[in-house]
T-cell receptor, first 116, second 115 residues
Framework: AQTVTQSQPEMSVQEAETVTLSCTYD???????LFWYKQPPSRQMILVIR??????QNATENRFSVNFQKAAKSFSLKISDSQLGDTAMYFC?????????????FGKGTRLSVIA | GAGVSQTPSNKVTEKGKYVELRCDPI?????LYWYRQSLGQGPEFLIY????????DSGLPNDRFFAVRPEGSVSTLKIQRTERGDSAVYLC?????????????FGPGTRLTVT
């Protein structure tokens, strides 16, 4: 079974600064996907960024980037130029790579507060 | 529709009652998932449909929980004899079901409160 661990229950960052959220996972699979989702108070889960395990290059989406270390089973999220709208719960998630889709396995989340 | 929708947004029910939660996925998405999110936790998988059939129901906690997707679109999660421990946000997600197109798109959830 896969597990996802987010060791930081809460983080805060000043507006315009950079923050890194940590995530580690455990799996015996060789091919899989990793995701970061954002959940604001509205409850809507929003996909922030996705990484395919067979790709060595770290994914980047505008101000969001990841540091994917496959051997260490680590997948951290870096948010640059933090904005007040980034305040939310952030969840790291794992998905096995199979034909079709498989369920996501989530961590417990990190609550991020961006301070003006 | 433009996104995944879920109804009702909030549901309060008494212990022992029966409830139904509805999910309307993105048009054309063949894969549909139900997750349960307890307070302060990440979502936990309940059941996954590919088309009309349940491809994986290993996350359903007991036989009080059941879900259907009769026409391969809308899905209903049904909970019998509700218990206070069933109180949570129930999230639905859909995806295209195609290999390599792995993104799941979530609805806003239904907050279920059992009193």
């Amino acid at each position: 079974a896969q597990t996802v661990t987010q060791s930081q229950p809460e983080m805060s960052v000043q507006e315009a600064e950079t923050v890194t959220l940590s995530c580690t996972y455990d799996t015996s699979e060789s091919n899989y996907y990793l995701f970061w989702y954002k959940q604001p108070p509205s409850r809507q889960m929003i996909l922030v960024i996705r990484q395919e395990a067979y790709k060595q290059q770290n994914a980047t989406e505008n101000r969001f980037s990841v540091n994917f270390q496959k051997a260490a089973k680590s997948f951290s999220l870096k948010i640059s130029d933090s904005q007040l709208g980034d305040t939310a719960m952030y969840f790291c998630a794992f998905m096995k790579h199979e034909s079709g889709n498989t369920p996501l396995v989530f961590g417990k989340g990190t609550r991020l507060s961006v301070i003006a | 529709g433009a996104g995944v929708s879920q109804t009702p947004s909030n549901k309060v029910t008494e212990k022992g009652k029966y409830v139904e939660l509805r999910c309307d996925p993105i048009s054309g998405h063949t894969a549909l998932y139900w997750y349960r999110q307890s307070l302060g936790q990440g979502p936990e998988f309940l059941i996954y449909f590919q088309g009309t059939g349940a491809a994986d129901d290993s996350g359903l906690p007991n036989d009080r929980f059941f879900a259907v997707r009769p026409e391969g679109s809308v899905s209903t999660l049904k909970i019998q004899r509700t218990e206070r421990g069933d109180s949570a946000v129930y999230l639905c997600a859909s995806s295209s079901g195609l290999a390599g197109r792995s993104e799941q798109y979530f609805g806003p959830g239904t907050r279920l409160t059992v009193t």
